[in-house]
């Protein structure tokens, strides 16, 4: 089944180490997504990709980066991480030329130490 | 500004009664509205969507939801619950600003808790 996959789907890392997390789709579409999501609340908006675009929302910090290498894979590297990151990250794909709705990762559940 | 609302935090249903869970919204122009339902520890699942056509909208596990344009809203429903409908349901709307490559503004969610 065409789906959208993250990896892992536990991440712990120390205060301040480097992480990456990473997002694949089988989907095939042109619009990937970075999004947040603490404790049952909404998921915020971190970046998005339409193609090889890459576009952050104003209020993403920039300690929040990203890397787009090809169609299927995104990335989500968070530089130096705070014990305010500790959050679910979730991947979500679509098409943009039309209002089909985003598809979702199961996400990956980061914890800070 | 565009915006969803969902006004209740939490809906209680007992099994086999019906289930309501409401979404408002505030966009300019014609709203493209979706429903999706997050279990623990997972991602969201797209429940159903309402582009135009038929106000009565069906989606995924017997869900419905009624688009109705001169109240601004549209309320998930199903007919009778069930305990594994308990989850965290999200409505959302897509911005229709420029350039904004299909961004979802999302409600706050509502915990559904359906009890035997």
């Known amino acids: 089944d065409a789906m959208v996959i993250q990896n892992p789907r536990y991440q712990v890392t120390q205060f301040g180490k480097p992480v990456t997390l990473s997002c694949s789709q089988t989907?095939?579409?042109?619009?990937m997504y970075w999004y947040q999501q603490k404790s049952s609340q909404a998921p915020k908006l971190l970046f998005h990709y339409y193609d090889k675009d890459f576009n952050n929302e104003a209020d993403t910090p920039d300690n929040f980066q990203s890397r787009r290498p090809n169609t299927s894979f995104c990335f989500l590297d968070i530089r130096s991480p705070g014990l305010g990151d500790a959050a679910m990250y979730l991947c979500?794909?679509?098409?943009?030329?039309?209002?089909?709705?985003?598809?979702f990762g199961d996400g990956t559940r980061l914890s800070i130490l | 500004a565009q915006s969803v609302a969902q006004p209740e935090d939490q809906v209680n249903v007992a099994e086999g009664n019906p289930l309501t869970v409401k979404c408002t919204y505030s966009v300019s122009g014609n709203p493209y509205l979706f429903w999706y339902v997050q279990y623990p520890n997972r991602g969201l699942q797209f429940l159903l969507k309402y582009i135009t056509g038929d106000n009565l909208v069906k989606g995924s596990y017997g869900f419905e939801a009624e688009f109705n344009k001169s109240q601004t809203s549209f309320h998930l429903k199903k007919p009778s619950a069930l305990v594994s409908d308990s989850a965290l349901y999200f409505c959302?709307?897509?911005?229709?600003?420029?350039?904004?490559?299909?961004?979802?503004?999302f409600g706050q969610g509502t915990e559904l808790s359906v009890k035997p």
């Open positions: 989907l095939n579409h042109n619009v």
């Open positions: 979500a794909t679509s098409t943009r030329t039309s209002p089909q709705p985003q598809h």
């Open positions: 959302a709307v897509r911005d229709m600003s420029a350039n904004q490559g299909g961004k979802l503004i």
